[in-house]
């Protein structure tokens, strides 16, 4: 996998501040790969993030994006080659929502069948009709939609790289868990590179290709979620995630690590069914809710692809897992 | 009435004065305001100096400030527009500066995580958000204006000051009446329509309604 952004021992102290927001970061993510920048409120994460686009300059250290150090490039241009996406969201409230998307294709000089076509697949793609959404004004949008537009807007201009600082921060959990899907469906379409800050640590299991768990300025651990779960580097780490937590840890298997092929065993419930993909976490409820009879997994048109029983998921959970498993993560990620 | 109807051409003319008086009052003290307040919004230390100066300026009497301006550029529109001009400047300056800095925060953060260029980001972003906020500051500058611009004919720099002042001079109770009827619906119609214009921005600027403090006092 080639590089797209590489931080080199980045340091970044705010005038008057004793203490370095950042504090001597390196860190590389992959072309493609999703990750998550994880850490308490004042950990420094959103200041890294803004290193990137240049929003905040670096005291000591190096940005590159895909190769180049940022500062060989003027600011705006820059940006225009890195999606952008924060919690406030930040639609231009005089402008239609077209407008909004059309922000960058209208910079880089587009011609206006082009920027139109663009708009219209981008709504669509982030699951807003163009034909009800084009002509709103943000003020006619909800919360959820309103970042969905933020969505279309940051990839407007079809960047590589994906900024996104706390995006779904302000979002009841129902429509922060409909955005976490679309933003994995858009990611892994188009191949994006996105950098994800939050400090939700159940959205970053979720999501995440690879955390980065950040405290005071510092990385302290940078691994993909089983890993980091089985064998975390520090106690801030394990305590953040919660790691002794069992249930954290089914949160992050694919139910396809445990399943049975189908057809086997009898006395499978007859309604309660999980979805291919789903986390062992999920298995656990299903199986509580059909009284530890086994529960079938089922794709998408209801066939079923496996079974799951409590002597399976329980031997999952038993003190030691061949670790290459857990790095592994084979499979769609849990839901 | 009478005189009204006898000398309504004079009056007409003396209105033409008027207006043309205050309208190049307050092009030149926009010219002068719009730039000087983006200057404030974006290096805050002039701030406190600039405001401050310009709120001295704004309390010497105005009387007082066209005796002192004779001497320098004489009597006549000069004079007037130059007193006149500096009155606006508070109003104006400061609330182009109060509207650029009551864009959000986020809105600016957003454009310039995109790209946006700085001219870009003012003619596209910050300028129609901080409109109706100027546009209030707009009302208050030419009402004001008009009533000052009554004393301007004191020093041959024209308008309906001179009906009051001759009126005042010849006991003539219908010369001030008119006068004074005109100045007034002049006011009255510049604050209406300025006002209409800002209810407009406000909408544009994102549909919210005006907050307390930028409706106009009815």
């Known amino acids: 996998m080639p590089t797209a952004i590489r931080l080199d021992d980045v340091v970044k102290t705010f005038p008057g501040q004793a203490r370095p927001a950042v504090d001597g970061v390196s860190l590389d993510v992959e072309a493609g790969e999703l990750l998550v920048l994880l850490g308490t409120s004042g950990s420094g994460k959103t200041t890294l993030l803004k290193t990137i686009n240049r929003l905040v300059e670096p005291t000591s250290g190096r940005v590159e994006v895909e190769g180049v150090d940022v500062r060989s490039r003027p600011p705006a241009e820059l940006r225009r080659g890195i999606g952008y996406v924060i919690q406030q969201v930040g639609l231009f409230p005089h402008q239609t929502v077209a407008r909004n998307v059309a922000t960058v294709p209208r910079i880089l000089g587009w011609d206006r069948r082009r920027i139109r076509d663009r708009v219209d697949f981008l709504l669509d793609l982030v699951g807003l009709p163009p034909d009800e959404f084009r002509e709103r004004r943000p003020r006619e949008l909800s919360g959820g939609q309103a970042q969905r537009v933020g969505i279309a807007r940051a990839l407007a201009g079809d960047p590589p790289i994906l900024l996104m600082d706390e995006p779904f921060g302000a979002l009841d959990a129902l429509t922060r868990g409909a955005l976490a899907d679309a933003l994995l469906g858009i990611q892994r379409q188009f191949g994006k590179t996105v950098l994800f800050v939050t400090h939700d640590v159940d959205l970053a299991l979720r999501i995440a290709d690879r955390i980065a768990v950040m405290r005071a300025g510092r990385l302290e651990q940078v691994d993909t979620p089983a890993a980091l779960l089985a064998s975390p580097a520090t106690a801030f780490v394990g305590s953040l995630l919660d790691a002794d937590d069992i249930l954290q840890h089914l949160a992050v298997v694919p139910v396809e690590e445990v399943m049975a092929p189908p057809g086997r065993a009898a006395g499978v419930h007859l309604h309660e069914t999980l979805p291919e993909g789903a986390s062992l976490k999920r298995a656990v409820s299903a199986l509580l809710r059909s009284g530890g009879a086994p529960v079938a997994v089922v794709d998408a048109a209801g066939r079923p692809r496996g079974i799951v029983t409590w002597d399976r998921v329980q031997r999952r959970t038993q003190p030691r897992q061949p670790a290459a498993g857990d790095r592994a993560r084979p499979g769609p990620r849990g839901g | ?218």
């Open chain 2, 1 to 218: 009435m009478s005189y009204l109807v006898r000398y309504w051409d004079r009056v007409l003319g003396l209105v033409g004065e008027h207006l043309l008086l205050t309208l190049a009052t307050l092009a030149i003290a926009l010219a002068l305001a719009l730039p000087t307040g983006l200057l404030l919004a974006r290096v805050r230390p002039l701030r406190g100096p600039v405001l401050g100066l310009l709120g001295v300026v704004y309390t010497v009497p105005s009387l007082a400030l066209f005796a002192l301006l004779i001497p320098v550029t004489g009597l006549g529109s000069a004079s007037a527009l130059i007193a006149l001009v500096a009155y606006c400047q508070l109003v104006l300056v400061r609330n182009v500066v109060v509207g650029l800095d009551g864009v959000d925060p986020s809105v600016i953060e957003a454009a310039r995580g995109m790209g946006m260029g700085a001219w870009r980001r003012l003619a596209d972003v910050e300028a129609p958000l901080a409109l109706p906020v100027v546009l209030a500051g707009v009302r208050v500058a030419l009402v004001s204006t008009i009533g000052i611009a009554t004393l301007a004919a004191w020093i041959n720099a024209g308008g309906l000051g001179v009906l009051l002042f001759e009126g005042l001079y010849q006991d003539h109770t219908a010369k001030i009446l008119v006068g004074t009827s005109a100045v007034s619906a002049l006011a009255i119609g510049a604050n209406v329509l300025i006002g209409r214009l800002e209810r407009l921005a406000w909408a544009w600027a994102g549909g919210r309604t005006p907050p307390r403090s930028e409706q106009q006092p009815q």
